[in-house]
């Protein structure tokens, strides 16, 4: 089993900047891929980023691209989503997720979609508000 804790989340102005942290313990070696998906009200659930915890290969969806940033720690077995230019848009709960699937190099569609429905593990979600 994996347990994931996320942190990070809170309310800022338009143009703001937060940065999620979601640390995996457990059996960990067996994850392939960490990420976070969102959901907001009224909204589809939607991939935000994914990486491989293999080689680093980063993945987002063109909403967050050239604003977020995906990392890891493998010694702390942490995953972050650096975010930047906040806008009003990106209100929603963050969830990370994890996978035990998964290659270094996918179609972007495929990896994002494997922290957004095909996960296996995923953390209690943390509420981000960016306010106009």
Not at 31 to 54: C, D, M, Q
Not at 76 to 86: D, F, I, R, T, V
Not at 89 to 97: G, P
């Amino acid at each position: 089993q994996v347990q994931l804790v996320e942190s990070g989340g809170g309310s800022v102005p338009t143009g703001g900047s937060l940065r999620l942290s979601c640390a995996a313990s457990g059996y960990t070696h067996n994850i392939k891929y960490l990420g976070w998906f969102r959901e907001a009200p009224g909204k589809e659930r939607e991939g935000v980023a994914a990486i491989s915890t293999g080689g680093g290969t980063t993945y987002y969806t063109d909403s967050v691209m050239g604003r977020f940033t995906i990392s890891q720690d493998k010694v702390k077995n942490s995953a972050y989503l650096q975010m930047n230019s906040l806008k009003p848009e990106d209100t929603a709960v963050y969830y990370c997720a994890a996978s035990t699937y998964g290659w270094e190099i996918m179609p972007v569609v495929q990896a994002l979609g494997l922290v957004t429905n095909g996960y296996q593990y995923r953390g209690q979600g943390t509420q981000v508000t960016v306010s106009s």
